[in-house]
């Protein structure tokens, strides 16, 4: 009995220094970055990770005023946020029609949907700006944000947990007098809100970090740039100074967190408890 | 309020979709059934019945019969793939759920989990009602008649089954609907519960006063609720009818065997004609043929030869006399005031009931498993069925 204990005890310490080992790991860039930017400038040289004082804001206010930051936030706010609700949406609505519709070459469509998973965003780079630039579309919010509108996966996504509830829920709902629209708003929505509150919030944080197709679509416009290519701005080779890149990271981090910390209460699992039976 | 008229009715799932429905249900051996065919898999066929206003019909069967699929068809949650289905007179083939004014129970609940009970209820009634009082009012009283009034502000989730059923029955009743639909409402509850919820359905069901559609596969719930029993198999409709009536007329074996516990017991015998008189012969045990029943039979042109002769349980007795048939006594299974005494005669098992409760409240029980003894029963309590086709020979 007692050896049982001790084993079960090393094994909890060995898996707790392997957790935190890691936990370090992922969290240090982003303790390095807040430390650095409350760095001076001769500061930053030495090999110090903790700076002197972390009443030293004027890397930030110098960020906020060399490079525009706050048009370059309420940008990527507009991208992110817009670009996330109609990817929803469209995610939503198609999850739907292959979860519950029956139609010819159903099978197909959605292997075809799954099948661009497949394919690299990069490799898309080249046509996709061909094709906006010949739509006069460059330097628009719509241009950053049109090529994220659809997710094959968080269509998948949603469409299996839609599987997931009961054919009876549907059912009990026609009867009750809904059609499908009013179906998917007043239950199936409410119901799988952790998903798509998830899936929201991982949705934005890509879209609020995406860097390289908003820097090609908006590189003639510099006020229409989002943050994190206005970020980059910030260095330039003629002026190296990273600790105002660091403080500008760390403004950028904001609305994430903000959105994170608002929505983590609604990304709990369950939702279907009491439903059904047992 | 309404009469659910069905015509003809019948559901085929043609082969691609039969095949989806058995990938998802693999539980079900249904692959050599008679209903599989080319043109796909015929879960109902042929179903007829006038379901006449405020009438509550049960229909019973084992799984796999169409009793829940004729229902689904009357709530218009599956195709009619050919015949008529009138609510009231009105042809509904090809109208939504929502416009045919039908509520149904299902037997899994189905409650909204993220509604309160409250709201659960009132679901139904937002598409309907503007008035909010009147919405409330009507709430308050299916959840009154229920007896769930303290848990209207509750989530599903923190009431347990019982409840769970109520407020899916409130979510039904609370629209006044023209026809309540019911599939295997209590399946989910434990046996006491059961009968419970049983009992206040009756209740319910003369304060509700509308018609009432109710699927389930327990005969004791057919036979305790139903104004009439329709029992099916295979798609068919084997018989319809009171449960007076299937109990003491039972069409042919399948119902025979279906109604009643313990079921009813089926020996191999033969039947001689004497011009009028008609006598059951098995083994040493013969019995002239009841008077009425005769004539029955005369009527119905019987000549006689190999049937299958039934008994209910209930029927047998011991006897000391040499007409009789003998049998081994197998296992005794004791009921409370009554005995189950599993019997072999002839290789073929039977059962039979027996009280065994005294006057003095004590059991009486002389019964040794493994013994042979000797059983006989009133030709009275005989059913004549043929051999081959299974059908009661008097009816």
Known sequence: MMRLKTKNAIKDTVVSIIAIAIGLIIIFPIIYCVCGAFKTESEFLTPNLLPGSFSYTKNFSDALRKGDLLRYIGNSFIVAFFGTLIRMVLSILAAYAFAYFDFRFKNVLFFLILGTMMIPGDVLLATNYLTISKLHMLNTYFACMVVSFVSASQMFMLRQRFMSVPRDMREAAQIDGYGDLSYLITILIPICRPVITTLFVHSFINLWNAYLWPLIVTASKPAMRTIMVGITKLNSWEDENYQLVLAGVCISLIPSMILFIIMRRNMRKGGMEGSLVG | ?395
């Not at chain 2, 692959?31 to 019909?57: H, M, Y």
């Not at chain 2, 206040?200 to 069901?205: A, D, S, Y």
């Not at chain 2, 048939?325 to 296992?331: E, L, M, T, Y």
Request: net charge neutral; aromatic share 8%.
């Open chain 2, 1 to 395: 309020m309404a009469s659910v008229v069905l015509k003809n009715v019948s559901k085929i799932y043609p082969p691609a979709e039969w095949a989806k429905i058995r990938k998802k249900d693999q539980a079900s051996d249904l692959n050599a059934s008679p209903q599989l065919s080319e043109k796909g898999f015929a879960a109902v066929t042929d179903f007829s019945l006038e379901i006449r206003d405020k009438e509550f019909i049960v229909l019973v069967g084992p799984s796999g019969c169409g009793k829940s699929t004729t229902l689904r068809m009357i709530a218009g949650l599956e195709e009619i793939s050919g015949g008529e289905l009138y609510i009231d007179d009105r042809l509904v083939n090809e109208i939504e759920p929502k416009d045919r004014d039908v509520a149904m129970v299902f037997q899994n609940y189905a409650l909204y989990p993220h509604m309160t009970v409250y709201n659960n209820i009132a679901f139904a009634l937002k598409k309907r009602i503007r008035s909010k009082a009147e919405i409330d009012r009507k709430v308050r009283e299916a959840a009154e008649i229920l007896g769930i009034t303290e848990y209207l502000d509750r989530k599903p989730k923190s009431l347990s089954g019982g409840q769970r059923q109520r407020v899916a029955i409130g979510r039904a009743i609370v629209r006044n609907p023209k026809v309540m639909l019911m599939d295997e409402p209590l399946s989910n509850l434990d046996a006491k519960l059961r009968n419970q919820m049983r009992e206040e359905l009756l209740t319910l069901r003369n304060r509700i006063d509308t018609t009432f559609v109710y699927v389930t596969h327990d005969q004791t719930e057919a036979m305790t609720l139903g104004d009439r029993i329709v029992i099916m198999k295979d798609g068919f409709i084997q018989q319809v009818g009171t449960p007076q009536e299937v109990f003491e007329n039972p069409a042919n074996t399948f119902v025979a065997g279906f109604i009643g516990t313990p079921q009813m017991n089926f020996f191999d015998a033969s039947l001689e004609r004497d011009g009028q008189r008609y006598t059951v012969r098995m083994g040493n045990f013969h019995a002239d043929v009841g008077e009425e029943a005769a004539r029955k039979l005369a009527f119905n042109n019987v000549t006689g030869g190999d049937i299958i002769l039934g008994v209910r349980p209930e029927s047998i007795t011991e006897t000391e006399d040499e007409v009789s048939f003998s049998a081994r006594v197998g296992v005794l299974e004791l009921m409370g005031s009554s005995v189950h005494i599993h019997l072999e005669h002839n290789g073929k098992k039977a059962i039979m009931v027996t009280q065994v409760l005294g006057e003095n409240g004590k059991l009486k029980m002389d019964y040794k498993p493994g013994s042979i003894m000797r059983f006989r029963f009133a030709r009275e309590a005989m059913y004549l069925f043929d051999r081959q086709t299974g059908k009661n020979l008097e009816v």
